[in-house]
């Protein structure tokens, strides 16, 4: 049997933080977005996951997965490199969960952005989900 080793993060405001406690072991927290995102970068380096999920508030009702992570935030370009980086998106068939069909420029798809740059950079085959 195929064991994928995973990391999971959110953002202090996703409302369902006790629920993914809850449901795994361990969960990376983002509160302060440049900090945080250095110090998960290095649990990504030391512990080296095969798939990085990502749990972000949502305004709609359900959930979506990102197909991609755009090179904005909040209307503005993060850098002058990659426009977008693909997200990895699992089969969802059957599970209610839908593929968002417009990419958010906020908190989450900065940190999806800059996670993807840094495997990108650091030739990381990993999976990122979010």
């Not at 449901?23 to 512990?47: C, H, P, Y």
């Not at 949502?58 to 959930?63: D, I």
């Not at 952005?113 to 495997?119: S, V």
Request: charged fraction near 25%; glycine fraction near 4%.
């Amino acid at each position: 049997m195929l064991h994928n080793k995973i990391s999971i993060f959110t953002f202090r405001t996703f409302p369902h933080i006790d629920k993914l406690h809850q449901d795994f072991d361990t969960v990376f927290v983002f509160g302060k977005l440049r900090s945080d995102l250095e110090k998960f970068k290095q649990i990504i380096a030391k512990e080296k996951p095969d798939i990085i999920v990502g749990f972000a508030r949502s305004t709609q009702e359900f959930s979506s997965f990102e197909t991609r992570a755009v090179n904005m935030f909040h209307g503005k370009t993060l850098c002058g490199e990659n426009k977008e980086y693909s997200l990895f998106v699992p089969d969802i068939a059957g599970t209610g969960i839908e593929m968002s069909q417009k990419q958010t420029t906020s908190f989450c798809n900065w940190t999806a952005y800059r996670l993807a740059e840094f495997l990108h950079r650091n030739s990381l085959k990993k999976q990122l989900i979010l």
